[in-house]
């Protein structure tokens, strides 16, 4: 059973989806930390309403990033962490930490990467008129939102919504895809080999692609 960290800034929704999933062995894998770097973020009271342990490294405290870098590796590298998950984590992270860490930190970002890394997606998609928005789950690399890409889901634009159903509808999508995600990464049925996202049961390379009706 592989040992998971879950690093959240906010809601933590997702945390909490994969928290889920473990209950129910849908992930072969257990959260040992929950790190936030916001001390007051509600992802917090999640995780105490499953009982896993967490710290909060918060960010502002420290004179660099990379001495908050270093305070968030003495965590993972004490608990001898597996799997490291960025879900809702708005700290952008060093080359340090990434390239230790790289083929076992995957992120959660709310577009169809390559479109609209960074912030403010949502809002992209709407103001654009894109006829499809979705999520991705990529391997966490040094450069923003770059890194190789493991999943994606997808969902139809409805033109005359607003921001916040379009952001529901793709939460949904999160809270299915992710822990599915996770637990293939924790079965050792997706891992990363010279920089290219393998897929064990079926021998092949390149990312998933999934369409939901939500």
Known sequence: MKKIAVLISGSGSNLEAIAKACEKNEINGEIKCVISNVPNAFGLERA???????????????DSRI???KEIDKY??????????????MRILGKDITNKYFGKMINLH??????YPGLNTHLNVLQNKDKSHGISIHYVSAELDAGP???QGSIKVNSNQSISVLENRIHEVEHILLPEIVNEICN??????DNIVIFKNNER???ILKHYDV
Not at 76 to 89: E, N, Q, T, Y
Not at 188 to 193: C, D, G, M, P
């Open 110 to 115: 709310p577009s169809l990467l390559p479109l």
């Open 188 to 193: 050792e049925n997706i891992y990363l080999k």
């Open 149 to 151: 890409i493991i999943a």
């Open 67 to 69: 001495e908050f870098e």
């Open 48 to 62: 105490k309403k499953y009982n896993l342990r967490s710290i909060v490294i918060d960010h502002s405290l420290f």
């Open 205 to 207: 390379s390149g990312h």
């Open 76 to 89: 993972l590298s004490l608990l001898k962490i597996d799997v490291i998950v960025l879900a809702g984590f």
